[in-house]
Every structure is written in C-alpha cells, then in structure tokens.
C-alpha cells in the first residue's frame, strides 16, 4: 500500500509554498556515470554491500580527475539474474552529447577502467574499446527512497509509466538532487531535468525529449550542464520568446552583481540581457522529509532585454 499524501512530505510542502523549481538541476554537470547495483540502496546508494570497495575508492579518484563527474546507481526490476552489470557513461553538454555503454563483467572490472581516457574518446566523437553507442534517448528516474521517501513515493509511478513506452531507455536512478521536487527525472544524453511530475506527464515529456524539445517549463528544472544561474536565465529566456527547441540557446557569460548575477544568453530569437536572482519566496518547507522546515528561496527574473 502507497503512503497517504500529506502535508509532512517535503514535495507536497514545497507545492503548497509555491516554491520555484527553476534553476534546480544538479549544476554544472556533465559526465554521469550510470552503474547498475543490485540490492537494496542505503541512504547512500554505492555504500550498497554489492559494490565492491575498490569501485567505491575510486569514485572520489574519477571526480577529481573529471569536471562536472556525476556517479548514480542505476536498476531496473527484473534484470536481477542478469550475469553482467549495466554500466553507461553519459556526456550531457555543452560540447558533447552522447551516452555510450560499456561492456564489463563485473563492477571489480569496472574500477580497473581508465575513465578520464573513455570520457576523452567519446569527447572525441569516438566509441572507447568495449563499449557502444546508445542511439535511442533515455531517461532515468529517482526512486531512491532512502535518501527521501518522496522520491519512492512519486518516482515508482513515473517510473513505471515509462517504463511502459517504446523507444526509450528507462532505468530506475539513485538521488538526482532536490527530492522536495519528486518525482525527478533526467534526460539522456540532453542532461534536461525535470521535477513534480506524475504519471500523465511521461507520455508527452518522452515525446518531446525524442523530438528534441523541451518539455512543459512548469516541471523543468534546468539543463544540467549550465550553472544554477545560468539555467535560470536560460529558462526566463525560453518564456520570453516561446521558444521550446533544445538546440540554440547558450548562456554565453555569467557576471555576478550586488543585484544578483547577470547572464548573456544567446538563441536562436537573439541575444538577452538577464539579470537573475535567489531571493526568499516568504515561508518555511522541509528540505528532505528527515529535516526541520528552513527559509525557502528561489531564482527570479530581475531584467531581460534584447541586446
């Protein structure tokens, strides 16, 4: 039996504090490292007993070696038995989009890998030995209760309700960030999130994503690529003009003020002047459902002008 929506759920009191979602994608990343672990995911979804600790110990090594490295738990219901792990890496802009999975036998094997040099070669425009390219898009869901329960609660049905279309690959993900905005979902290989969604909404956010579009921005997070402030802008702009294509918008500079931070950002309809900043929405939510509730704040257009 699913938990009772209520009022002690983080996600349901960010939605009743009209807290912005703007701007809330992991920021600046852009190498996610999808691994698949079996079993049930602590808090902490790698301190799982089925990963080895050589991958463990290496995955603060990659981060440091990788800008914008991102590692996340991956699993999918009924894969239990299969004798090898899923592994992707997953390069989601600015320069390069691409998801390439790698054949390994093991997740020991896994830590033998020199990553830094596949993520040179996809990079590149390359497939590393032992891997291949994933054509079809994919999306991946937060259902990792025990880092949030919202996160179980909202995700499981959104998961579930892609995993029930075609064309697309869905794998169940550890924490994305911000599970007061569950059910969360990421994009492949755009690195579009997406937050507060529901079942419904899966059919034509896939739709749009194979189309190369951004979906409805009243659940879009932010491209993860950029920076908080910069997919702020980049989102302000998208509004302004009404433009939902993925391709063409750039925030090109960033320059922070007393005001807040001003950022140039370039599309397809021109260049904009935006001034952006995190202000208090006025109001107290939980951050997580284990926390006491705490100021809320959010990214708000100050100016946009045509340069």
């Known amino acids: 039996m699913g938990l009772p929506v209520a009022n002690d759920f983080c996600a349901q009191a960010s939605i009743e504090l009209e807290e912005p979602i703007i701007g809330t994608a992991a920021a600046l990343t852009s190498v996610w490292l999808g691994v698949e672990v079996r079993g049930v995911w602590p808090r902490s979804a790698f301190d799982c007993g089925t990963v080895p600790d050589t991958l463990r110990s290496q995955l603060p090594m990659w981060a440091a070696a990788l800008p914008g490295f991102r590692p996340q738990a991956l699993r999918r219901p009924g894969r239990e038995h299969c004798p090898e792990p899923a592994v992707f890496v997953a390069l989601t802009g600015p320069d390069c989009d691409a998801v390439v999975r790698l054949d390994v036998p093991s997740l020991e094997a896994l830590a033998e890998i ?3 040099s596949v993520v040179e070669t996809i990079r ?4 590393p030995q032992g891997g291949r390219r994933v054509e079809e898009p994919a999306v991946w869901v937060c259902v990792h209760g ?3 329960r919202c996160c179980a609660k909202f995700g499981v049905p959104v998961y579930e309700a892609a995993a029930a279309l075609d064309g697309v690959d869905v794998w169940q993900t550890s924490h994305l960030g911000g599970h007061r905005f569950a059910a969360t979902l990421l994009c492949l290989p755009t690195g579009l999130c997406y937050g507060r969604l ?3 909404d899966v059919e034509p956010l896939v739709r749009n994503h194979t189309q190369g579009r ?3 921005l009243t659940l879009f997070r932010g491209r993860t690529c950029w920076s908080a402030p910069g997919q702020a802008a980049v989102h302000f702009v998208r509004a302004h003009v009404g433009e939902m294509a993925l391709e063409g918008f750039v925030p090109a500079s960033e320059v922070e003020t007393s005001a807040g931070v001003r950022v140039r950002v370039e599309c397809p309809r021109g260049t904009f002047d935006v001034l952006v900043e995190k202000r208090p ?3 107290e939510a939980p951050p997580s459902c284990e926390k006491p509730p705490a100021p809320v704040a ?3 257009q100050a100016e946009l002008q045509s340069v």
């Open 214 to 216: 951004v979906h409805d």
């Open 198 to 200: 529901k079942a419904d």
């Open 281 to 283: 929405v006025g109001g």
């Open 124 to 127: 590149a425009g390359g497939v």
């Open 114 to 116: 020199d990553l830094p």
């Open 298 to 300: 959010g990214w708000f």
């Open 146 to 148: 025990k880092r949030d």
